[in-house]
C-alpha cells in the first residue's frame, strides 16, 4: 500500500487557534477533525511540542488536503518539521505514517486508509492512516531521559484558561 496521499495527524501548532495553523492548513484542508494517536507520549519543546513512540496518546486533529493542494502542504509541513528524508542525521523530525483514531461522535468519512484502517461501526470510528512528525531520533533519545512530559498528552490543555470579563 502506497503511503500517497495520506492524510496528516497534527498535535501542536498546527491546531486549530495555534500560530501556524493559518499561516500553513488555511485554506489548503478539506477536513480537519479531533483524533487520537495511540502509542505516543507528548513532550515539550521550545515553543512547540514534540511527540514520541511510548505508552500514552497524544490528542490532535486529522488533517486532509484539499484537493489539489496535497503536493503544496506535504512540501510545507516537511519544511517546517525540519523533516529532509527519511533517516537524514539533519531531521529535527521524521514523517511517518500511523494509525490515528478520529474522536468519536465526530463524522467519518472514508479516505486513503492503510491496513487496518475501517470503517466506523457501531457508533465507533477506525483508525485512520495518516502522517504524523515524530521526534527524530537524537531528539527523541534526549526528550526521554530529560524531557518534560506534556500532561495527558494534550498540548492544547498547557494554556490557562481564557480570563473571565466581569461586568
Known amino acids: 500500500m502506497s503511503d500517497t ?37 507528548l513532550y515539550e519543546g521550545p ?7 511510548g505508552h500514552g496518546t497524544v490528542h490532535g486533529a486529522l488533517v486532509t488536503a484539499a484537493p489539489g493542494a496535497y503536493a503544496e502542504l506535504l512540501g510545507l509541513l516537511d519544511d517546517l518539521e525540519e523533516f529532509l528524508g527519511p533517516g537524514h542525521p539533519r ?6 505514517a500511523r494509525e490515528a483514531v478520529p474522536a468519536p461522535g465526530v463524522p467519518h ?37 530529560g524531557g518534560t512530559l506534556v500532561p495527558g498528552g494534550d498540548w492544547l490543555s498547557r494554556r490557562p484558561p481564557p480570563a473571565r470579563r466581569t461586568p
Not at 531531521?91 to 511517518?96: A, F, G
Open 5 to 41: 496521499g495520506l492524510p496528516f495527524f497534527v498535535y501542536g501548532t498546527l491546531l486549530p487557534g495555534e500560530p501556524n495553523h493559518d499561516r500553513f492548513l488555511r485554506g489548503r484542508t478539506c477536513r480537519e477533525q479531533p483524533a487520537v494517536l495511540p502509542g505516543a507520549l
Open 47 to 53: 515553543g512547540y511540542p514534540y511527540a514520541v513512540e
Open 91 to 96: 531531521n529535527l523530525y521524521e514523517r511517518v
Open 109 to 145: 468519512e472514508p479516505g486513503p486508509g492503510g491496513p487496518g484502517a475501517k470503517e466506523p461501526g457501531a457508533g465507533q470510528p477506525g483508525p485512520v492512516r495518516a502522517w504524523v512528525y515524530l521526534a527524530a531520533g537524537a531528539v527523541a533519545r534526549s526528550l526521554r531521559t
